[in-house]
């Protein structure tokens, strides 16, 4: 099955900085890379997704960038706000109706 | 429009009992998929299902099982409780085609 990697774990940037959040996947038939924030107490949010078909896609701050040869895809956050906070995961989908996520990434922006 | 509402929201069980989980999707969504998420293994795939139908499960023991009805409600039941099933089970709907999916806030069950 799908086998996803995310680092780092964890990550702290002071205001106003980029975060950056690097996945990798195993099964080369994945086709849908969602990437997911999580505030405490609260289930996942989709915040932005890309396609196979595609090589980068940004949302105002937000940007993920895939790469299908090396297998790996990236969530950019710039000019990061305190409420940024949250755990982050990326997933990985091959239209078979399941996701395989990463681990997850803590992301705590300093003020 | 309102969201994905799971019920309940909270509950304690102790080990060997067996527990019913709600989740009501989002109006007008037919697919509903069921993860489980927990500290140590992350976010896991259970169950999905589309128009009744269980279109893919995940790799979890058999005392796991779910259902959806014809409006498109569903339910997971997990059987003879262990002290590992303790976790936040997210409920999440779709349109029925692969894509977005759409999460709850969860149930979190604690087995004592």
């Known amino acids: 099955g799908e086998n996803v990697e995310q680092h780092p774990s964890t990550l702290s940037v002071q205001e106003g900085d980029s975060a950056v959040i690097k996945c990798t996947y195993s099964?080369?038939?994945?086709?849908?890379f969602p990437w997911y924030k999580q505030e405490l107490g609260k289930g996942p949010q989709l915040i932005i997704d890309?396609?196979?078909?595609?090589g980068e896609k940004k949302d105002q701050r937000i940007a993920v960038t895939l790469n299908k040869t090396a297998k790996h895809f990236s969530l950019h956050i710039t000019e990061t706000q305190p409420e940024d906070s949250a755990v982050y995961f990326c997933?990985?989908?091959?239209?078979?109706?399941?996701?395989?996520f990463g681990a997850g990434t803590t992301v705590t922006v300093r003020a | 429009k309102a969201g994905v509402t799971q019920t309940p929201r909270y509950l304690i069980k102790t080990r060997g009992q067996q527990v019913t989980l709600s989740c009501s999707p989002i109006?007008?969504?037919?697919?509903v998929s069921w993860y489980q998420q927990t500290p140590g293994q992350g976010l896991q795939f259970l169950f999905e299902?589309?128009?009744?139908?269980?279109?893919n499960k995940g790799n979890f023991p058999g005392r796991f099982s779910g259902r959806q009805f014809s409006n498109s409600r569903s339910e997971m039941n997990v059987s003879t409780l262990e002290l590992g099933d303790s976790a936040l089970y997210l409920c999440?709907?779709?349109?029925?085609?692969?894509?977005?999916?759409?999460f709850g806030e969860g149930s979190r069950l604690t087995v004592l």
């Open positions: 299902y589309f128009s009744e139908t269980q279109r």
């Open positions: 099964d080369s038939a994945s086709n849908y």
């Open positions: 109006s007008g969504h037919r697919s």
């Open positions: 999440a709907s779709s349109r029925g085609a692969p894509g977005e999916l759409f």
């Open positions: 997933a990985a989908s091959n239209d078979d109706y399941k996701l395989s």
């Open positions: 890309i396609r196979s078909n595609v």
